[in-house]
């Protein structure tokens, strides 16, 4: 049934103050654009009477015209870079395919939800897309034949969440897109939106004032506000159909597929061109199975045909031609790739671990910095995350090397995504991943790894054997 409307006292009037304040704001922003242009030329015009002296006021005029020509210069060059960059094409462009709801239950189910909590805001019929995006997202197709409201649906969303779940993401955005605190709200969070990217976007500051930088910050500062106000919206007429707790999983899940999705596609694009195409969705929910807790029947599972729509990705993205080739694989069979993968992590640290043996690995992760500054003076790269993220690497690193330095030795791999990649050989067992994640967690002492190198016979073997050239 449809919504009722959300009667908070509160938040109605700090939401007209807000609007108020803010309308205000924009306006002394832009007669201070006015003003900051044009108030040198007006100064000298109204200081020449006072100033008798035609020399001394041909130097000042000659001061201000060169800083008010820096200054324009600035932010004409600031409005170029930013017109020349332009927006960055969205991943929906590349795949965005409809849902037929007649063969699809789920997707029907999903459509007369959205219909019947805003059938009076609706205009047009409702229409269900897959899209690569992690998010969820309305758009009002007028140019389309016939005019539709499409809900979008990340496949990332559909991986990792329950259907309650998604149906409170979906509720939420429709409360924000169909029915905000008031149209001025829906409005100062597009324009809030199309600020921060140009701040985003705006090139490495050169000049001292650019006033095309300075009216774009102050925008996106003055509006930061409205979306939040229309998130606490969203979240209060969900919370009369949802708990709290499906709310904030939700929300928390999505936020950390959102985390993994560029790693994924990375992942899913390297196997697709060494000539095989597994299942987008079956490694998606293995990949966010390493990462976090997922539902035992994630929403995806519901969709059929959904082959027919990953084939559509892949053509999407590497052409028909491109994908008519490819062979059907399941991520089970696809152990050479992830050898691959840890060989050239392993050839890349191989000038830094040729004298280092698997039993030197506890001394070297206790002094991961010292390898990742040798890492960087070799490389000429400098590190631009986190230090929780650079020891993180050097581990993987690490460990990569440790894995094919058995490889190398005689070990069979047994590599399977959404599982501790191990190794084996005469019946036993390691996993050298875990193994280097419990050595850097302090959960296995440096007296247990060196019993268990020396029970399996490999505390000596070297670790930038495996990395040599003819194998990177």
Partial sequence: MPLTPVTSTKLRLLSMLSVLRASVSLLLTMAGCVAVLFAPVIWFVASTRLLQDRAFAAVILLNIMVFWVHIVACSVRDFKALHKRGRPRSPNALWYVEIPTEREPFAAELVQFVEGHFSKQLQSPVRICLSLTPYIEYKRSWRAAPRSTQLAIGLFPLAVLSIPELLSLILQEGVSYFRPITPVHRCFGDLCRQANWLQAALPPHEGWFSITRWFIERTAAILKPFPCQTEVWSVQCARREFDMTTMAEAAARKLKATGIFADYMKLYTSVTESGAMPPYTEGLARQCRLIFNVPEQPAFTAFRN??????????????????????????????????????????????????????????????????????????????????????????????????????????????????????????????????????????LTRADFARLCHDAGIAELPLAVAASPEHA
């Fill in 306 to 443: 959904m082959w027919v729509y990953e084939r559509q990705l892949v053509t999407s993205v590497f052409g028909p031609d491109y994908a008519r080739n490819l062979s059907l694989a399941s991520w089970d069979d696809l152990s050479p790739h992830w050898v691959r993968k840890w060989r050239h992590y392993a050839a890349v640290m191989r000038p830094l671990l040729e004298r280092s043996r698997i039993s030197d690995l506890p001394e070297l992760m206790d002094n991961w910095r010292q390898l990742l500054n040798n890492f960087c003076t070799l490389y000429n790269v400098h590190p631009v995350r986190t230090p929780d993220w650079q020891r993180g690497d050097v581990l993987q690193r690490l460990a990569a090397s440790f894995v094919i330095a058995l490889i190398d030795a005689g070990w069979e791999s047994s590599a399977v995504l959404g599982q501790e990649a191990a190794v084996s050989k005469d019946g036993r067992r390691i996993e050298p991943f875990t193994l280097i994640r419990r050595l850097g967690d302090g959960a």
